[in-house]
């Protein structure tokens, strides 16, 4: 799906087409298309109308790429990353927008629904100053909302980690190591995105291109700095989940000392108690108890009910119980 916005004479309307002459320096005439998974018919305008670069097309119209930021003389080229909203409740992930920045014009292109799009081409559609502000101001919008919408997922992540954490520590089991294993990777999605997207972000803020003005970059320096927080979190989520993870590994293992432990001690009381009645059951002569035939049953009951007291109070005094 493709949306054309024009701004010109003080008001915003969609059209159907894009003029040429719109997108020249000078023209006073303000454009945003927004390519929604184009088709093939639909991409043609990146070529046929603004002649971008044919790999930065190719990026533009394929999937999973990494932020960057690159200039192409009289416009640049972003690919940056979007919290994807439609993600099941135990997947990090993201979505791709790739924008071209022009002095007159602003093409965003994206693979399916994109959130932040959506709110600032409904706030462009009812207040004509949106797009009148400029294509860079547009661009600064866009990306200030996506940036914005890492917030909420952030600290749900924070929220699993604390629970993952509770968990470890007050009833640990073997099913906790495949959560803590996919939290990891979600983590890692996250520094995967959020660190280049701060690096290219910084080239903004710092006034690299011609394209950015001065004010610009005071609002890029901003959406910046809240990227350099999420690098900052997403880092200590990696060393907290590491540690969690340790602890989680150390706990089991604990548990299966234990186990180990109360069997070996079974095991130990039951030797001697097992030699005593084979003895007894071997078909040899063996000196009897007092009491009589009656009686020897319980002697021999009594001598291993003693032996285990015994064995049972050493290891006590050794600290092996």
């Given amino acids: 799906m493709i949306t054309i916005y024009k701004h010109e004479g003080g008001s915003t309307q969609i059209v159907d087409r894009v003029d040429p002459a719109w997108i020249q320096p000078g023209s006073g005439v303000s454009v945003w298309v927004d390519l929604d998974r184009p088709t093939p018919e639909e991409a043609r305008i990146l070529t046929d109308v ?123 089991n073997t099913q906790l190591a495949r959560r803590i294993l996919n939290f990891k990777k979600d983590i890692a999605s996250l520094r995967q995105v959020v660190l280049p997207q701060r690096d290219a972000v910084g080239r903004l803020a710092r006034r690299e291109f011609p394209l950015i003005s001065e004010q610009l970059a005071y609002g890029f320096r901003d959406v910046h700095d809240h990227l350099v927080r999420l690098s900052d979190e997403a880092m200590f989520f990696q060393d907290r989940i590491t540690s969690i993870l340790d602890a989680h590994l150390s706990a089991v293992s604990n548990q299966l000392n234990q186990v180990m432990k109360v069997l070996t001690i079974i095991a130990t009381l039951f030797m001697p108690l097992t030699v005593l009645t084979g003895m007894y059951g071997m078909n040899v002569p063996l000196p009897h108890l007092p009491g009589g ?13 003693t032996m285990s007291a015994a064995m049972l109070g050493y290891f006590r005094s050794k600290d092996w119980i």
């Fill in 50 to 172: 603004f002649h971008f670069h044919e790999l930065a097309v190719e990026d533009a119209l394929s999937e999973l790429h990494h932020p960057k930021i690159e200039s192409y003389g009289d416009y640049l080229y972003l690919i940056l990353h979007g919290i994807d909203f439609s993600a099941s409740e135990h997947c990090f992930t993201t979505k791709d927008i790739d924008f071209f920045l022009g002095a007159q014009f602003l093409v965003t292109v994206h693979p399916g629904v994109s959130r932040s799009i959506g709110k600032v081409g409904g706030v462009c559609s009812r207040d004509s100053r949106v797009l009148g502000e400029g294509a860079g101001m547009l661009l600064y919008r866009i990306v200030d909302t996506m940036v914005d919408n890492y917030r909420p997922e952030v600290d749900k992540l924070s929220e699993r980690l604390d629970e993952l954490e509770n968990e470890v520590f007050e009833k640990p």
């Fill in 293 to 305: 035939e009656g009686a020897q049953f319980w002697w021999i009951l009594g001598i291993m009910l």
